[in-house]
């Protein structure tokens, strides 16, 4: 089975052959929400823009790096990733296209990255956390991707992946893909403190960082992973065992396991005016009634 160990260890990388312009890193201690610093980075980001080739080269780069140095990941379709997988690929980015100027003042304010289990519909998601209770006040930003969706989408299905408009031929392609959507968030959130990947300066950074020409991703969800694999729907009659007993029941939802309404007379009362109580079963315990 897939797993995602615990590990607090993280190794940096960047690359000294490639050639480009670069500006100046940015030095000293950095204080949070300094306006200066992130009114510099904003001219930077809204305008610099890299060719294609250089783009795809990086991320060739990141990608070979990331099998070489990780004590998880050890082929493309990996089946083990730690959160320090995450950090280093985030810090190899942020050298590459960023000049390291991204995650020093990120960090000025608070930043954590994590892997969760839990999410089976998006693929990422970047909060920002406000502890103080006033947006003009330091943040704390939290990156995370989505294990279950890069596990299950190279698992057992045949059909390629596309995320952000590119298709994946393996799952840390499709972890790089949602770690640069992801990145994009966190700079707009650091930056602008705003942000929406479906406007348009989002997806002009993700396009000339990047080359996104998507904001959004077709790995397998749990959705598509019952009805292809196990032919299960939302609203299917289906028989699972508990306690010894066969029970029959209904798909009311479907995340990391199905839940399923079986009616009772002690159950809770839906809107239908029936009471059923909840089961919370793995799709492959279930079969069609």
């Not at 020093?104 to 954590?112: C, F, I």
């Not at 704390?140 to 390629?160: A, C, M, N, V, Y």
């Amino acid at each position: 089975m897939p797993r995602v160990p615990r590990s607090s260890q993280s190794f940096h990388s960047r690359s000294s052959h490639l050639k480009v312009n670069r500006s100046k890193p940015i030095r000293g201690k950095i204080a949070p929400r300094d306006q200066k610093v992130l009114s510099k980075l904003a001219g930077e980001v809204a305008l610099r823009t890299f060719p294609a080739e250089q783009i795809a080269r990086w991320q060739r780069e990141i990608h070979q790096n990331t099998l070489s140095l990780s004590r998880s990941i050890d082929q493309p379709n990996f089946t083990s990733v730690g959160r320090d997988d995450l950090v280093r690929m985030i810090r190899m980015y942020d050298d590459l296209f960023f000049d390291g100027k991204i995650l020093p003042v990120a960090h000025a304010e608070g930043l954590s990255f994590g892997l969760s289990s839990r999410m089976t519909r998006v693929a990422g998601k970047m909060v920002t956390h406000y502890p103080h209770g006033d947006h003009e006040a330091p943040r704390q930003f939290e990156l995370i991707l989505s294990s279950t969706l890069l596990f299950q989408t190279f698992e057992d299905e045949g059909r390629p992946a596309e995320v952000t408009g590119r298709v994946c031929k393996d799952r840390l392609e499709a972890m790089q893909r949602v770690a640069e959507h992801e990145f994009v968030h966190l700079i707009e959130m650091l930056i602008w403190n705003d942000g929406n990947c479906s406007e348009a300066r989002f997806q002009s950074i993700a396009q000339r960082y990047f080359g996104h020409t998507d904001y959004r991703h077709d790995l397998i969800t749990q959705r598509e992973r019952a009805l292809t694999k196990f032919n299960i729907r939302i609203g299917d009659e289906v028989r699972f065992r508990h306690d010894r007993q066969v029970l029959t029941g209904r798909v009311n939802r479907i995340t990391r396991r199905a839940t399923i309404l079986v009616e009772n007379a002690k159950g809770e009362r839906f809107s239908d005016g029936h009471r059923y109580l909840r089961f919370y079963v793995p799709l492959e315990k279930l079969s069609k009634a």
